[in-house]
T-cell receptor, first 112, second 113 residues
């Protein structure tokens, strides 16, 4: 069973389009995250969300918005895609305050 | 704010060589410490973690790390690397009062057969 899953695995789209990436975890964790990994492998936290609060990295453009229909899902919606949004996006989850992250397989986004 | 430094950005070794990757953090309070590995084209997986107790932590695949509180360090070691250890390695630190860890920039390890 996949603990943290993401769809799609690859996403190729044109500048200006709007797209979503879906994430689901079946670990029963209470917190989910979105990370962006650039071409130099630098991992940047974008959002963290549990059922009580959303924490947004202030450097993330407001074109990016997380949407959580329930505790097991945290989707990432991106408006007006730009070339610089090309990256690998990882969803992750954790339980409590240990900080241990369980990562999804990643979504490679390419904006043309 | 917490910061995490991984001083070795790129490491190239031959098989059977010993490995030590550095990780230093800035916050001096209670911390949880992690090393993750990312094999080419894959997601990050946990190698080992330290929450408390014995500062020498054993992880998967023969890796270990030592927490030295006085040096704010959590270096990763392996006595004999294999070609299959070629990957990106990330150190992460969770400071007391937060549930979001801070990741280092990663170290790219290439092991030549």
């Amino acid at each position: 069973d996949t603990a943290v899953s993401q769809t799609p695995k690859y996403l190729v789209t044109q500048m200006g389009n709007d797209k979503s990436i879906k994430c689901e975890q079946n670990l029963g964790h209470d917190t989910m995250y979105w990370y962006k990994q650039d071409s130099k492998k630098f991992l940047k936290i974008m959002f963290s969300y549990n059922n009580k609060e959303l924490i947004i990295n202030e450097t993330v453009p407001n074109r990016f918005s997380p949407k959580s229909p329930d505790k097991a899902h945290l989707n990432l919606h991106i408006n007006s895609l730009e070339l610089g949004d090309s990256a690998v996006y990882f969803c992750a989850s954790s339980q409590g305050t240990t900080g241990e992250q369980f990562f999804g397989p990643g979504t490679r986004l390419t904006v043309l | 704010a917490q910061s995490v430094s991984q001083h070795n950005h790129h490491v190239i070794l031959s098989e059977a060589a010993s490995l030590e990757l550095g990780c230093n953090y800035s916050y001096g309070g209670t911390v949880n410490l992690f090393w993750y590995v990312q094999y080419p084209g894959q997601h990050l997986q946990l190698l080992l973690k330290y929450f408390s107790g014995d500062p020498l932590v054993k992880g998967i695949k023969g890796f270990e790390a030592e927490f030295i509180k006085s040096k704010f360090s959590f270096n990763l070691r392996k006595p004999s690397v294999q070609w299959s250890d070629t990957a990106e390695y990330f150190c992460a630190v969770l400071s007391g009062g937060s549930y979001i860890p801070t990741f280092g920039r990663g170290t790219s390890l290439i092991v030549h057969p």
